[in-house]
Each structure stands twice: as structure tokens, then as C-alpha cells.
């Protein structure tokens, strides 16, 4: 595996101030939301359907839509569903994958990166919260990495699984195993919020109670 930059550690990431812990309670809707999903089709309607769908219920609530900028894949109808029905779009781009091939040119900003770990911190500082639909590896490296930085502390932003059609049955399943072998807590488990339809997700994420700081990150200083 090759990085591009180093992982910041907890220390780091508390001094350069780039993923702050904040305070944080719901009095209105979220503003801002990252879709984390895939950069191909796949091969389920349904699936592509309710990505635009999802699009034109971010755009008709006055919901910014944060994501990779593509304007291929799911990526390409979510952001589909959002431009066409007059929302505002911020897309994020490392330069590599910036080409006429790839990233959207219709979008309301688009922010480029000189590689994938800054791309992720600033789409998480552009968000005020996450949803997560199908994709593939990539998806799961944004899912995995956004929910272990709750877990840590380092945010309390609402992370909501759209399960469409039962694509994440399988993910749900086994992260379930994990709280079941001793390796995840319910709490953080329970902390993602999940549901099948987009109104019931927003629903949850706006009605989101965030867990309480870990005890070992306060007493370390952090």
C-alpha cells in the first residue's frame, strides 16, 4: 500500500487544527452533507435511481451536496439530482483525478487537492454530516475512516447509511460480529444511523445525539 502523506496522529491532528472536536447540538437541519459513494454505475437501478433521487431531496431542502466531484458513476447522479433541481454542489478533486474525463464542470465550487488524505479532511470541513450509499472500496475507506474519527473523539457530526435496496445488509451484518467478538462497542455501532429511505435518514441524522468524549482523550490532554 502506498500513501501519499503520512497519517496525521491524534496529537497532530489536534494542533494543526484540521479536525477539530466541537461541541455540537442540532437546533435546524443540516446545512451541508458529504455523500460518499461509487465512481461506477454498477448494475442495479434501483441503486441509481435513488442516488438522484437523493440529489433532488438535498437540493429541494437547501442542502449543499459535499462530494469527489466526479460526474461519472453514482457520484455523477447524485450530484445530477442536486444541479438539476437548482441545489448547490462542492466538489472535491485530487489533481490526479482531475481530468475532462472525470470531474463535473457544472458544479457550484470545485476544490482540488494535491492528494486523497486532504481531500477527505476537507470534504469532512465542509460537512455537517455524512451519508454513506453504494460504492465500492473506495466508499469504504471514506465510510471507515470518518466513522473511526467519531469514535476517537474527534467529531460529533451525524454518519447515516442510505441501504438501498439491502446493498449493506452484508457490512451491517458483520459489524454487528465485531460488537458480538468484543472488538466494536454497541455504542459506537449504534452511533451510525441507518434506514432505507432518504426521508427516514435525514430524519435521523437531523435528531442525532452525539456520544460523549472518550475519558482517555480528555485525560491525555488531546
Same mark, same amino acid.
Given at each position: 500500500m502506498i500513501f501519499l502523506r503520512p497519517v496525521l496522529s491524534l496529537v497532530e491532528v489536534r494542533q494543526e487544527s484540521k479536525l477539530k472536536r466541537f461541541p455540537f447540538s442540532w437546533e435546524i437541519n443540516m446545512k451541508s452533507i458529504s455523500v460518499f459513494c461509487g465512481s461506477?454505475?454498477?448494475?442495479?437501478n434501483e441503486i441509481i435511481t435513488? /442516488?438522484?433521487a437523493l440529489g433532488k431531496e438535498f437540493a429541494q431542502k437547501n442542502i449543499t451536496l459535499v462530494y469527489g466531484a466526479a460526474k461519472i458513476g453514482i457520484m455523477g447522479k447524485v450530484a445530477e439530482g442536486v444541479i438539476e433541481n437548482g441545489g448547490k454542489t462542492i466538489g472535491v478533486?485530487?489533481?490526479f483525478l482531475k481530468t475532462k474525463e472525470i470531474v463535473h464542470t457544472e458544479l457550484t465550487e470545485l476544490i482540488t487537492t494535491d492528494n486523497m488524505h486532504d481531500r477527505k479532511i476537507i470534504m469532512y470541513e465542509k460537512s455537517e454530516?455524512?451519508?454513506?450509499i453504494p460504492g465500492g472500496?473506495?466508499?469504504?475507506?471514506?465510510f471507515f475512516e470518518?466513522?473511526? &474519527?467519531g469514535q476517537l473523539g474527534l467529531h460529533t457530526k451525524p454518519i447515516g447509511i442510505l441501504n438501498i435496496n439491502g446493498y449493506y445488509d452484508a457490512l451491517i451484518k458483520q459489524c454487528k460480529v465485531m460488537v458480538e467478538?468484543?472488538?466494536l462497542k454497541q455504542e459506537n455501532l449504534d452511533a451510525v444511523v441507518i434506514d432505507t429511505t432518504i426521508e427516514g435518514l435525514l430524519d435521523k441524522m437531523n435528531n442525532y445525539k452525539p456520544l460523549p /468524549?472518550?475519558? &482517555?482523550?480528555?485525560k491525555e490532554g488531546l
Amino acid at each position: 500500500m502506498i500513501f501519499l502523506r503520512p497519517v496525521l496522529s491524534l496529537v497532530e491532528v489536534r494542533q494543526e487544527s484540521k479536525l477539530k472536536r466541537f461541541p455540537f447540538s442540532w437546533e435546524i437541519n443540516m446545512k451541508s452533507i458529504s455523500v460518499f459513494c461509487g465512481s461506477s454505475d454498477g448494475n442495479d437501478n434501483e441503486i441509481i435511481t435513488t /442516488a438522484y433521487a437523493l440529489g433532488k431531496e438535498f437540493a429541494q431542502k437547501n442542502i449543499t451536496l459535499v462530494y469527489g466531484a466526479a460526474k461519472i458513476g453514482i457520484m455523477g447522479k447524485v450530484a445530477e439530482g442536486v444541479i438539476e433541481n437548482g441545489g448547490k454542489t462542492i466538489g472535491v478533486i485530487p489533481t490526479f483525478l482531475k481530468t475532462k474525463e472525470i470531474v463535473h464542470t457544472e458544479l457550484t465550487e470545485l476544490i482540488t487537492t494535491d492528494n486523497m488524505h486532504d481531500r477527505k479532511i476537507i470534504m469532512y470541513e465542509k460537512s455537517e454530516g455524512f451519508i454513506i450509499i453504494p460504492g465500492g472500496f473506495g466508499t469504504m475507506d471514506e465510510f471507515f475512516e470518518i466513522t473511526t &474519527w467519531g469514535q476517537l473523539g474527534l467529531h460529533t457530526k451525524p454518519i447515516g447509511i442510505l441501504n438501498i435496496n439491502g446493498y449493506y445488509d452484508a457490512l451491517i451484518k458483520q459489524c454487528k460480529v465485531m460488537v458480538e467478538r468484543g472488538f466494536l462497542k454497541q455504542e459506537n455501532l449504534d452511533a451510525v444511523v441507518i434506514d432505507t429511505t432518504i426521508e427516514g435518514l435525514l430524519d435521523k441524522m437531523n435528531n442525532y445525539k452525539p456520544l460523549p /468524549a472518550p475519558k &482517555w482523550l480528555n485525560k491525555e490532554g488531546l
